[in-house]
């Protein structure tokens, strides 16, 4: 028997590949095995990503992307032929047999004659779109054609040179037709060449600022060197001067829009809700004679770059750049720089969160990495209530030893008793700050029980700034925004003092409340900005001397808005200043008063501890200009003096003084006892009121702002989003009725496009 012919490599490489193909036809045919077979490939692709032997797109550089892509083109045109090849087969090829077609039906007459009309139609459109093609092809001859004339008619208007002025071209062809030729041109060679050489050494011995205007000047505006196609020879001399050149033109094209990016950052920096004004009257900061009062970062600039980045689809930028773009007067708070105006609640949770980290219990530094950790990517309001059903709903522990110790600080109101000078015990109340030490479970148990309330915080704190914004963006030319805030009471000063008058309790105070109206000059115009600051002597900062305090800007409301329709007032909630029952019956029965055509009213509080704002800034304008005159010389003794002073220097803010005449006037109008508490008055975020000459008085309490459905036409349809309960004052009788609570649960109805557009 003879023996069988070796292979060769080739031929078992076909057999192999023969097999392969007839193992996946037969998996193919099979649709478990199919399956089953996908599934196998996509787990084997899976695990090459995690062992990096896959190269995603994104992790390529761009050389490589632009290679696999050129791979995919050609790729997909060969697959493509392919198909098409099968398909012209397909058709091609007459049925093996004719038992098999005798079911087909012959098509109906609607379906040849809607073939027929498609034909027609795409007929048509290729006819039209050859059309255009030949006459943009005309159009661009013709325009070709005109650009030409249009040289040639400059070329002939331009002065033209005496005929012994020789071009380049006419001058070496005459020197070409002389008998000693060779010999001429020799020395204009050299003549050239050593001409270089030398603008080559005084180029290189120049210094850095003058090399371009030396290039310029032997340059010009290149016209000769294009001429005569020599720009690359000429550039060849100059080496850096190209680059230079190039540079300046690039620098000039990205003006524009790096003033637009950094139009976008210093806006989004400066919005409340990633940086605080400051309301020192020193915290300012001055850079080339521009001076600005300081606004201290609310986060690290990294995350406020992801932030960014999230918030705005129209700018992708780095992470450096946003950083070189950041405002000079945003700032980061300096660790001497203490804070005195921190929230309990965001600071106790944060100690909670950083003693379970430093413990190893959970994996995130502070609340806001935790924050983050919980809620989705779009991080709204409803995820901050713990209502989206996207986010992680609970805490992530590592493994621990529960009975360990863990030391945490926490700020408490601590009660001390003590004996007056008769003996009796008498008790006071004091915020300190205590050093604990508990167990892992314990603690973990606080972190469970603070955490859901700091949410909720967070919650309020982003729904009243949306609100703010989307109030701002929708206002309307008959209607003021106003933002008002009590500043500290400044203390009268010489500019020398003795010890007894420095140290001695003899030192008179002012009361600074200051004021940011904001409203529109007509539909399309941009939003103006009014800063308001009154001092009176009275100390006190109740509802009637808010009130009294009010009166000049409503003064300069009625003059510029005769017709005011809404108003909407914005301060922080101090229960002894503007959130009270004395507060609400004010804002419900006297404001109206002083606007006879108001149809709807707000007030609106932020949340404590988070209402930094414009006022902030005024109050610490007025106080530094204050300590500047008495730098200068000037004694601010007496509170007459103070006014003037401040009137002659301050010209963006308006110095309004209150006389206790106007206190006690407005104090006569506040009927304390028609006055009626309403309970979860620290809950109230927000005091509505449609105004009417007829019926009893009733504010409708919010536990949060909502200004969509306020933008309503009707303003008898109500808005029912977050509502506590409502007030009602009769009109025409000194009995009040009693507070009715509601209990209303609802979602907040602020759309994804509200919320990105506010916090652009």
């Given amino acids: 028997m003879a023996r069988s012919k070796k292979l060769s490599t080739e031929e078992l490489k076909a057999r192999k590949r023969a097999r392969e193909r007839a193992r996946y036809a037969k998996i193919k045919a099979d649709q478990v095995l199919n399956e089953l077979q996908k599934e196998k490939e996509r787990k084997k692709y899976e695990n090459k990503k995690i062992k990096k032997q896959v190269k995603l797109v994104a992790d390529m550089t761009p050389r490589e992307r632009r290679v696999h892509r050129k791979l995919w083109r050609e790729k997909f045109k060969k697959h493509y032929q392919r198909k098409c090849t099968n398909t012209s087969y397909i058709q091609l090829t007459p049925p093996s047999s004719p038992e098999n077609n005798a079911d087909q039906r012959p098509q109906s007459v609607q379906v040849n004659s809607g073939k027929k009309r498609i034909h027609r139609d795409r007929s048509k459109i290729i006819k039209r779109n050859k059309k255009l093609q030949e006459e943009n092809e005309k159009?661009?001859?013709?325009?070709?054609?005109?650009?030409?004339?249009?040289?040639?008619?400059?070329?002939?208007?331009?002065?033209?040179?005496?005929?012994?002025?020789?071009?380049?071209?006419?001058?070496?062809?005459?020197?070409?037709?002389?008998?000693?030729?060779?010999?001429?041109?020799?020395?204009?060679?050299?003549?050239?060449?050593?001409?270089?050489?030398?603008?080559?050494?005084?180029?290189?011995?120049?210094?850095?600022?003058?090399?371009?205007?030396?290039?310029?000047?032997?340059?010009?505006?290149?016209?000769?060197?294009?001429?005569?196609?020599m720009v690359k020879e000429v550039l060849s001399i100059l080496p850096s001067?190209?680059?230079?050149?190039?540079?300046?033109?690039?620098?000039?094209?990205?003006?524009?829009?790096?003033?637009?990016?950094?139009?976008?950052?210093?806006?989004?920096?400066?919005?409340?809700?990633?940086?605080?004004?400051?309301?020192?009257?020193?915290?300012?900061?001055?850079?080339?004679?521009?001076?600005?009062?300081?606004?201290?970062?609310?986060?690290?600039?990294?995350?406020?770059?992801?932030?960014?980045?999230?918030?705005?689809?129209?700018?992708?930028?780095?992470?450096?750049?946003?950083?070189?773009?950041?405002?000079?007067?945003?700032?980061?708070?300096?660790?001497?720089?203490r804070d005195t105006c921190e929230c309990k609640l965001c600071v106790n949770t944060n100690f909670v969160v950083s003693a379970l980290y430093r413990a190893e219990v959970i994996n995130e530094k502070n609340a806001k990495e935790l924050s983050a950790y919980l809620c989705c990517e779009f991080s709204g309001i409803s995820c901050l209530q713990r209502n989206c059903d996207k986010c992680q709903k609970e805490i992530n522990y590592n493994e621990f030893n529960g009975s360990m110790d863990i030391s945490y600080a926490s700020w408490v109101l601590q009660a001390d008793v003590y004996k007056d000078k008769h003996g009796n015990k008498k008790k006071s109340m004091h915020t300190v700050k205590l050093q604990n030490k508990v167990s892992a479970y314990k603690l973990v148990n606080i972190l469970e029980d603070i955490f859901p309330k700091y949410m909720n915080h967070q919650s309020i704190i982003r729904n009243q700034y949306i609100a703010m914004k989307y109030l701002k963006l929708t206002l309307d030319p008959q209607a003021v925004l106003l933002h008002i805030d009590f500043s500290e009471n400044y203390s009268l000063k010489y500019s020398t003092e003795i010890?007894?008058?420095?140290?001695?309790?003899?030192?008179?105070?002012?009361?600074?409340?200051?004021?940011?109206?904001?409203?529109?000059?007509?539909?399309?115009?941009?939003?103006?900005?009014?800063?308001?600051?009154?001092?009176?002597?009275?100390?006190?900062?109740?509802?009637?001397?808010?009130?009294?305090?009010?009166?000049?800007?409503?003064?300069?409301?009625?003059?510029?808005?005769?017709?005011?329709?809404?108003?909407h007032f914005w301060s922080d909630g101090p229960s002894s200043q503007y959130k009270?029952?004395?507060?609400?019956?004010?804002?419900?029965?006297?404001?109206?008063?002083?606007?006879?055509?108001?149809?709807?009213?707000?007030?609106?509080?932020?949340?404590?501890?988070?209402?930094?704002?414009?006022?902030?800034?005024?109050?610490?304008?007025?106080?530094?200009?204050?300590?500047?005159?008495?730098?200068?010389?000037?004694?601010?003794?007496?509170?007459?003096?103070?006014?003037?002073?401040?009137?002659?220097?301050?010209?963006?803010?308006?110095?309004?003084?209150?006389?206790?005449s106007a206190i006690d006037a407005v104090e006569k109008k506040v009927n304390r006892e028609r006055a009626i508490g309403f309970k979860g008055t620290l809950k109230v975020r927000q005091i509505s009121h449609i105004h009417s000459t007829h019926g009893p008085v009733t504010l409708i309490m919010k536990s949060l702002s909502c200004f969509q459905c306020v933008q309503k036409e009707d303003r008898q349809d109500k808005c029912t989003h977050h509502r506590l309960g409502q007030l009602k004052y009769k009109t025409h009788c000194n009995e009040s009725s009693v507070a009715l609570p509601e209990e209303i649960v609802c979602e907040p109805r602020y759309s994804r496009r509200i919320m990105m557009m506010a916090r652009l």
């Avoid at 001067?241 to 003033?259: D, G, Q, V």
């Avoid at 149809?599 to 304008?621: A, M, R, V």
Wanted: net charge positive.
């Fill in 139 to 229: 159009l661009r001859r013709q325009r070709d054609m005109y650009r030409k004339r249009h040289e040639r008619s400059k070329l002939q208007k331009a002065p033209r040179h005496d005929k012994t002025d020789d071009t380049p071209k006419t001058k070496i062809r005459k020197l070409m037709k002389k008998k000693n030729h060779k010999q001429l041109i020799q020395r204009q060679l050299i003549f050239g060449e050593a001409m270089k050489q030398q603008l080559k050494l005084n180029f290189k011995q120049m210094r850095k600022e003058k090399k371009f205007s030396y290039a310029s000047s032997i340059l010009g505006n290149k016209h000769v060197f294009k001429k005569y196609n």
């Fill in 241 to 337: 001067s190209s680059a230079r050149y190039n540079n300046f033109i690039a620098k000039r094209k990205l003006k524009k829009l790096h003033n637009e990016v950094k139009g976008a950052v210093c806006k989004f920096l400066e919005d409340d809700e990633n940086s605080r004004m400051t309301p020192g009257k020193k915290d300012t900061i001055t850079v080339k004679k521009c001076k600005k009062q300081k606004r201290y970062l609310n986060d690290t600039m990294l995350n406020l770059h992801k932030k960014f980045i999230k918030s705005q689809t129209l700018y992708k930028i780095s992470y450096p750049v946003f950083c070189r773009l950041r405002p000079f007067w945003v700032v980061y708070q300096k660790p001497e720089m």
């Fill in 499 to 567: 010890q007894s008058f420095h140290f001695g309790g003899s030192r008179d105070q002012v009361t600074l409340h200051t004021s940011s109206l904001m409203y529109k000059q007509n539909t399309y115009s941009e939003l103006t900005t009014k800063s308001f600051c009154t001092l009176s002597k009275n100390l006190k900062h109740g509802p009637p001397q808010i009130l009294a305090h009010l009166e000049p800007v409503f003064n300069f409301i009625n003059k510029e808005i005769p017709n005011l329709k809404e108003i």
């Fill in 580 to 660: 009270n029952k004395y507060m609400f019956y004010t804002f419900g029965n006297l404001i109206q008063d002083y606007f006879p055509s108001l149809s709807f009213s707000t007030w609106n509080y932020f949340e404590s501890g988070h209402g930094k704002g414009l006022p902030d800034g005024i109050g610490g304008t007025v106080k530094r200009t204050a300590d500047r005159l008495v730098a200068e010389g000037n004694d601010l003794s007496s509170f007459e003096v103070l006014v003037q002073h401040l009137n002659k220097s301050l010209r963006q803010i308006s110095i309004c003084v209150i006389d206790e």
